[in-house]
């Protein structure tokens, strides 16, 4: 298996994986209680955990990217090349695809079924914008701080704090968007409201771009020092070296 074609593997794969969690606890909330907050917290804490395992296990292999949005920033950035990019995008698609036909199967539903469940207006696509550039920020400044060892914890803290805290419960993963398309689960989109959801995430994707570029600009000598190896980076900020 050629390295690109095991990265793009492991891309379908931790995508498949997190949209299986995302739906099927979509499910498992609205099976256990009629309870909408208790629902909403189960899709929660379903999510989050699962979020974290694969940005652990995997992300040493591909880069545990699972979401278009924040592969298009790493290629932005010039640490993806345009045929990873490609690859990881289609994986990703795919493996959204997969893990909710999954997830349709398991709680006994059609495996593909276009989602009629409709997210409409303004303030949803504002709530994606910024959870998509929340999404971004942190993960460029984690990489640019040298901290990405604690993406496995920060990214599925932001992303549960935006369940919470956006009107839109914080999709920011095209991906998501389109493989929820094909769900009549609470997690589901309609494809009209998932396309104008998908739009959002890319415009908060290049936001949070431009706000990363802002804030690691006046660095100086620091500027630009994540994309050096660690040795080099110790090499170039060490004085006694």
């Known amino acids: 298996m050629t390295h690109l074609l095991r990265k793009s593997f492991v891309e379908f794969l931790g995508t498949a994986i997190l949209l299986a969690a995302v739906v099927g606890s979509s499910f498992m909330g609205s099976f256990l209680t009629q309870d909408a907050l208790l629902g ?3 899709n929660t804490f379903s999510t989050i955990l699962a979020l974290g395992c694969i940005i652990f296990v995997f992300g040493s292999i591909s880069g545990g990217y699972f979401n278009p949005a924040v ?6 950035v010039k640490r993806l090349e345009l045929s990873e990019l490609i690859a990881f995008i289609v994986a990703q ?10 997830a349709n199967y398991m709680f006994k539903q059609h495996a593909i079924t276009q989602s009629t ?3 409409k207006g303004v303030n949803l696509y ?7 550039a929340g999404l971004i920020i942190i993960l460029q400044l984690l990489i640019h701080q040298y901290n990405d060892h604690l993406a496995p914890i920060a990214i599925p803290a932001w992303i549960g704090a935006g369940y919470l805290f956006t009107a839109s419960t914080c999709f920011a993963n095209p991906a998501a968007v389109f493989g929820r398309m094909w769900t009549n689960a609470g997690a589901g989109i309609d494809m009209k409201s998932g396309l104008a ?14 706000v990363v570029a802002i804030l690691t600009s006046g660095d100086d000598d620091f500027d630009g020092l994540s994309y050096l190896t660690e040795d080099e980076y110790v090499e170039v900020t060490d004085p006694t070296i």
């Open 93 to 102: 698609l795919a493996g959204a695809v997969a893990g909710v036909a999954l």
């Open 71 to 76: 592969t298009f920033a790493e290629f932005v």
């Open 117 to 119: 469940i409709a997210h």
């Open 126 to 132: 504002v709530s994606e914008i910024l959870a998509t």
């Open 40 to 42: 909403l917290f189960v």
């Open 197 to 210: 959801f998908i739009g959002a995430e890319v415009l908060g994707a290049v936001i949070g771009i431009g």
